[in-house]
C-alpha cells in the first residue's frame, strides 16, 4: 500500500508513529504465539477425536441393530443401556470435535494466516516510515 509520508514533516513525528508501529507489531506477534499454540492443542486432538467419533457411531448403529431384533429381556436391556453410553460418549465427542476437530483446525489455520498478513504489512509500514525519517534527518 502507497503511504501518505509526505505528510509527516518531522523526525519526531517519525518517532512517535514507529513507537505506536512497534508496539501494535509486538501485539501481533503475540497474538501470533497465542494461536500457534491453540494450533498445536487442536492439531493434536483433532485426528484423534475424528477417529474415536467415527467408532463410536459404528458401535452405536451395531448395537441399535442388535437391539432391534432381541426380544424384550435382560439382554436387550444390558445393550439399551450401552446404546445409551454411547450415545453419551458421541455426544461428548461432538463437542469436542467442534473445540478440536477439523473445523477448529482449519479456523486455526485462517486466524494465523490473517496475523501472518498483518506482520507482514506492519514491517512493510515500519520500514516506509524510517526511510521517511531516514529523509527528514539528512534534511
Known amino acids: 500500500m502507497q503511504y501518505s509520508l509526505t505528510a509527516i514533516t518531522s ?3 517519525c518517532d512517535a508513529i514507529l ?3 512497534r508496539m501494535e507489531q509486538n501485539e501481533l506477534l503475540f497474538q501470533k504465539t497465542v ?9 493434536s486432538g483433532s485426528s ?10 459404528s458401535q452405536r448403529t451395531a448395537l441399535e441393530t442388535a437391539a432391534a431384533i432381541l426380544p424384550e429381556g435382560p439382554a436387550k436391556q444390558d445393550l439399551t443401556d ?22 477448529a483446525l482449519l479456523q486455526k489455520e485462517y486466524e494465523i494466516t490473517a496475523i501472518e498478513k498483518q506482520l507482514t504489512e506492519h514491517v512493510s509500514y515500519i520500514d516506509a516510515v524510517t526511510q521517511r525519517k531516514a529523509e527528514l534527518a539528512r534534511v
Open 82 to 103: 450401552k446404546i445409551s453410553d454411547l450415545q453419551h460418549k458421541q455426544f461428548q465427542l461432538e463437542r469436542r470435535r467442534r473445540r478440536y476437530g477439523t473445523p
Open 11 to 13: 523526525v519526531a513525528d
Open 48 to 57: 484423534c477425536v475424528d477417529a474415536e467419533l467415527a467408532g463410536v457411531i
Open 35 to 43: 494461536q500457534d499454540r491453540q494450533y498445536i492443542l487442536v492439531t
Open 19 to 21: 513507537a505506536k508501529a
